[in-house]
């Protein structure tokens, strides 16, 4: 099996490279999930049936307890808590990382680097690394979980000299690992694992809720890299490539993300906007009112326009009216209107979040536009229906300069001839931002639940 194992790998690297090639689009995601899964299959027989695992006990103990788990949170998790459990799926990478370089550590000879005490050097520097990363991806993660779960408030939570300290520690992790390398010593191991630990936490926490994509990305790179540095203490090539393919697209999503925001990483990680504001955007407002309607204002106004374009948002996924919402983008088109949605890269709360449940809804794919393919639509629009989507279609990102989201590329909804904006209230969204498009003159806010509002609209159409 030894000599069949590297070509077996080989072709499960190849199913991975196509399960992210597939992933890229939604009319091939499907395949690429197959390609995925056909790939994890493959390395995991390969590896089960290496001479060097000789006892199979704990190995199918261990994937009856996780496969048992894994099938039943995929049962019952709901859309909109795909996030954080993204999140914690990421802080068990992690956390595997620390426990598998702890493992190598304690028993060098049995991963072929060494003796105690007397572990390679260059096993040294791979496993600091990786139990480095690791720490810091399961904290981290857990932090991103809370936010995201609302166990944690969304606001940042900053101190004095917050960047000052967080840079030290990240010196003093590195000067840690030069330490254990150079004395293979178990107190800088630990070391590195208890401040890899801290950093992650104190890197989270003073991010923002507006940040949380870019986050929950970051993170998805960071699992990667912890994967491939323990990796290379396993003499495991398809970890390695595997790792290395998780940490590279998650980096490169997250540089997707940080553009779509029009803010770079580092002022994500060192900075985050995101924070709750005690007053509701109706009293920030000052003397302003918005123009309130009913569903059958909305099912009028739809009806008689030209073109309409959706934009969904985090509230859509909450009250789950994607159905709801298709059913109505029918409806108009049986009657003449050209519909469109509009997708934010920010939308929801990690990359692709309305995709999927557009998709979900068998929306068609080819009325689903990026950002970049229609802004300059909304001016010739008739009508853009807003569902549950807040700061993406925030104006003040153009025009406020004191603003946090102040440069961040928007939806141009303000644009259309009428604004049909759906939430349960006035108040600001997840970035906790006051929103001056509800006060608009060609706004009407329809305020209630998403899926009722919509429900209300199909009938009053019918």
């Known amino acids: ?22 992933l890229s689009h939604p009319e091939s995601a499907r395949q690429g999930l197959n390609y995925g899964i056909a790939g994890m299959a493959l390395a995991v027989v390969t590896t089960l049936a290496l001479p060097a695992v000789t006892s199979y006990g704990l190995v199918v103990l261990g994937i009856i307890i996780g496969g048992t788990i894994g099938a039943v949170i995929a049962k019952k998790i709901e859309m909109t808590a795909l996030p954080q459990l993204v999140a914690a799926f990421h802080s068990l990478v992690g956390l595997a990382a620390v426990f598998v370089a702890a493992a190598a550590f304690y028993s060098p000879e049995s991963y072929g680097i060494g003796l105690p005490g007397d572990i390679k050097t260059a096993s040294l520097i791979e496993m600091s690394l990786g139990v480095a990363i690791g720490a810091v991806t399961f904290t981290g993660s857990i932090i ?33 690992i030069v330490l254990l390398c150079a004395t293979g010593s178990g107190f800088f191991f630990w070391a590195i694992v208890l401040l890899g630990l801290a950093l992650g936490v104190l890197m989270i926490i003073p991010i923002g809720g507006a940040d949380m994509p870019v986050i929950v990305s970051m993170l998805n790179s960071y699992s990667g890299w912890a994967a491939a540095g323990i990796g290379f203490t396993l003499h495991n090539n398809l970890l390695i490539v595997t790792g290395a393919l998780v940490g590279a697209s998650g980096a490169i999503l997250s540089y997707i993300m940080c553009k779509g925001m029009n803010r770079s990483f580092f002022n994500v990680i060192l900075g985050g906007f995101g924070g709750e504001q005690a007053a509701g955007a109706a009293t920030d407002m000052g003397d302003r009112n918005a123009k309130l309607g009913a569903a059958e204002d909305a099912a009028y106004i739809m009806k008689n326009a030209s073109s309409v374009i959706i934009v969904p948002g985090y509230g859509m996924a909450v009250a789950q009216a994607q159905h709801a919402l298709r059913e109505m983008a029918d409806i108009l088109k049986e009657e003449g209107v050209d519909v469109k949605y509009a997708i934010h890269p920010v939308a929801g709360r990690m990359p692709g979040h309305m995709n999927v449940l557009l998709a979900e809804a068998n929306v068609p794919y080819d009325e689903v536009f990026e950002l970049e393919d229609i802004n300059r639509d909304f001016a010739q629009t008739d009508v853009v229906y807003v569902i549950g989507a807040n700061d993406i279609t925030n104006p003040a990102a153009k025009h406020d300069s004191s603003s946090p989201i102040y440069g961040m590329p928007v939806l141009d909804v303000e644009k259309a001839g009428t604004v049909l904006f759906v ?27 998403a899926k009722k509002m919509t429900e209300d609209i199909v009938k009053a159409m019918g």
């Not at 190849?14 to 597939?22: D, E, K, P, S």
């Not at 809370?146 to 590195?174: C, E, R, V």
């Not at 006035?426 to 209630?448: H, K, Q, R, V």
């Open 1 to 22: 099996m030894e000599t069949f194992a590297p070509l077996a790998y080989l072709i499960a690297s190849v199913c991975f490279i196509m399960a992210l090639r597939g």
């Open 144 to 176: 991103a979980w809370g936010k995201l779960q609302g166990t944690i408030s969304g606001k940042p939570i900053t101190f004095p000299m917050q960047h000052q300290l967080n840079a030290g520690l990240g010196g003093l992790l590195l000067l840690l």
């Open 423 to 449: 939430k349960r209230s006035l108040g600001s969204g997840y970035a906790g931002i006051d929103n001056p498009l509800f006060y608009a003159d060609n706004t009407m806010m329809l305020l209630g639940d």
